[in-house]
């Protein structure tokens, strides 16, 4: 295994480190303060409009693209390192075209769709003109078994009816969300789970199509992103909107989210790596009963855990995007479930102890620790619960063994 980055990875990475020193980690508090006091906290605020339009002009665009998409796309492997510098500020993929769900949603469409589709929604998404959301969750099954879900979607002559209810949809209630890849069941009596499930775009302003209300996680609501519930009733749309075709949402899933958990574990690297900085600063700037908090051995002790705690994750990490890049996602279907079940915890361990030693404040706006623990909680649902990948890694352990 060679993890060596490319020139070319490297040379991206120190770029949009000094993008970030001089663009983003100086306006942070300015981003947060706005909107909080927005009359529309949904609509992208002018901060991120001019930070992405110097992020083009830069060239900082568009970096997750797959080599397999353009000349210059970059391997899993060499956009690990720029997720990591991304995941440092929470808001920040933004800035660059390179946030969840659009990444995962622009790959389903390099993938899957037809050249109208990729006309119609592909071309916008990459020039950064909209946004999108990916619509599987369910509120009333454990969509954590992606076959329960329970969404209708039957044809009527040249027209798809949707009918059913999605919750926690990430981006929806952004105002630049135009359109939806929705997950449900175009075939519910297959005696195959797997080929139930079909994949349809629906635009965001469908009669039909109705948002119930933003949903928070541990009271934050993600703005201008967000987390939504909606509601499909009757919603028609035309039968060329159907990916790849009825019986293929499995597939068009899996294809999905192999390079997604990737994105999501090193940006979530960059996060707790920021959190371990915080804390090395902090320890030698507070003192107690006339002793500097570094100087405690329990302080010591949770400092080199968290040093280890990251190597292992990230050297891990890289291990699963390079397996991908050499075999394919399948090949590393295991190494991909066990960075998804390591590293979200893994940062939720390692904020939580820089916010200890930041004290109360580290509860607060005041720093970027309580947002952070909350999105590393949240991931450890997103693409998956944890147990989800246990319980799949350890058959396939079993069965390998055997």
């Known amino acids: 295994m060679n993890f060596d980055f490319s020139e070319k990875a490297e040379q991206l990475k120190l770029r ?192 039909g199509v109705t948002i119930v209300r933003p949903l928070s996680t541990l009271g934050y609501f993600d703005p201008p992103l967000g987390h939504g519930e909606i509601n499909f009733e009757d919603v028609r749309v035309p039968v060329e909107n159907i990916l790849l075709g009825e019986g293929r949402g499995f597939e068009i899933a899996q294809g999905r989210l192999g390079p997604g958990r990737i994105h999501h574990c090193m940006r979530l690297i960059g996060c707790a790596q920021r959190a371990l900085e915080l804390m090395c600063k902090r320890v030698e700037e507070r003192a107690t009963f006339g002793t500097k908090l570094s100087e405690y051995q329990s302080i010591r002790e949770d400092i080199a855990q968290s040093f280890c705690d990251i190597e292992q994750a990230r050297l891990l990490t890289l291990r699963a995007a390079e397996k991908i890049d050499r075999e394919g996602t399948k090949a590393a279907r295991d190494l991909i479930a066990a960075i998804k079940i390591v590293t979200p915890s893994m940062t939720q361990r390692v904020v939580d102890r820089a916010i200890q030693v930041h004290g109360a404040g580290g509860l607060t706006e005041d720093y970027f620790l309580a947002e952070a623990f909350n999105y590393a909680r949240q991931i450890r649902f997103a693409d998956g619960p944890d147990q989800v990948h246990m319980m799949q890694l350890g058959r396939s352990l079993v069965k390998k063994y055997n």
Not at 20 to 44: C, D, F, G, R
Not at 116 to 136: C, D, H, N, T, Y
């Open 16 to 207: 949009l480190e000094q993008f970030m020193n001089k663009e983003v980690y100086p306006v942070e508090h300015q981003y947060a303060e706005y909107l909080k006091t927005a009359e529309n906290p949904w609509a992208s605020p002018p901060l991120m409009v001019e930070l992405k339009a110097k992020a083009k002009q830069e060239g900082l665009w568009n970096l997750f693209l797959p080599a397999h998409h353009r000349e210059d796309g970059l391997t899993n492997l060499d956009y690990a390192p720029l997720a990591e510098v991304m995941g440092r500020v929470l808001w920040a993929p933004e800035i660059f075209n390179c946030n969840a769900p659009d990444t995962g949603n622009m790959e389903v469409f390099i993938k899957y769709a037809t050249e109208a589709q990729k006309e119609e929604w592909l071309q916008p998404l990459l020039a950064g003109e909209i946004r999108s959301a990916f619509v599987m969750t369910e509120p009333d099954v454990a969509s954590s078994d992606a076959t329960n879900v329970q969404c209708s979607i039957v044809r009527d002559g040249d027209e798809y009816v949707i009918n059913g209810r999605k919750w926690f949809i990430t981006g929806i209630m952004h105002d630049d969300c135009k359109i939806m890849i929705v997950m449900g069941k175009t075939d519910p009596d297959n005696p195959n789970r797997h080929i139930q499930q079909s994949q349809i775009l629906v635009p965001k302003d469908t009669p």
